[in-house]
């Protein structure tokens, strides 16, 4: 069985790092990401600096990836599907924050993240994804609404799988990652410096003013 875990955590990371900021930037836009806003490479700083449908591009690359590896993963390891999805996801999320391809510089890993909610139970994901929505739209901050919806998937988490340690413990890893990819974000929101985000690039782009 071992070796399956690692199939599966192989797997993953290598699918992980096919970042869909990085990927599209530079075969539509011609530029890198990374180059541009904040450096991340990440969806909001995508959002920000690009806007447009190409966006949506990015959020179906990294939702995809994720959503294969975890498919992957159980037929590797078909009888803990449970496990092999969540094994798998762990090391999509490792591999979008530190991509092989890209250098090791890579997003956050938010997205992912979701992917693998929705992989491990879609009733975890409605409720965390409603709980990111309502933040984000009240203050705007992307950050606020991915680690407080992080926060809620772990807790849920818990709750729906607690006689199964190893799966929330692999979730409440995801948020600590996520959280701790925030860390100057969190900064900025206590000192009030945030940048908040808008669906509208000139909007965005007068934030950044």
């Known amino acids: 069985m071992v070796w399956k875990v690692l199939a599966c955590i192989a797997v993953g990371f290598l699918l992980g790092g096919w970042n869909g900021a990085i990927l599209i930037s530079r ?7 990374r180059e541009k806003g904040s450096g991340n490479a990440g969806l909001t700083n995508f959002l920000r ?7 949506l591009l990015v959020v179906l690359i990294d939702f995809g990836k994720t959503i294969a590896a975890c498919l992957i993963a159980t037929l590797i390891l078909p ?7 969540m094994v798998a996801g762990v090391a999509v999320q490792i591999g979008h924050i530190f991509p092989a391809y890209f250098g090791f510089q890579g997003g956050k890993g938010v ?3 979701g ?3 929705l992989m491990l139970d879609w009733r975890i994901f409605l409720i965390a994804i409603a709980v990111f929505f309502i933040v984000f739209f009240l203050t705007r901050y992307v950050s606020l609404a991915s680690m407080l919806g992080m926060i809620v998937f772990s807790v849920l988490a ?6 199964q340690p190893i799966i929330w413990g692999l979730v409440i890893l995801m948020t600590l990652t996520v959280i701790f ?3 100057s974000n969190i900064t900025r929101l206590l000192h009030g410096k945030e940048r908040k985000t808008y669906f509208h ?3 965005n782009e007068r934030e950044a003013n």
């Open 181 to 183: 990819m925030h860390r």
């Open 115 to 117: 992917a693998v909610g």
């Open 201 to 203: 690039k000139y909007k």
């Open 158 to 163: 818990v709750i729906f799988y607690t006689e």
């Open 27 to 33: 075969l539509k836009m011609h530029e890198d990401v």
């Open 111 to 113: 997205l992912c993240s």
């Open 79 to 85: 009888e803990e599907p449970l496990l092999a999805k």
């Open 49 to 55: 600096s690009y806007g447009g449908w190409a966006t």
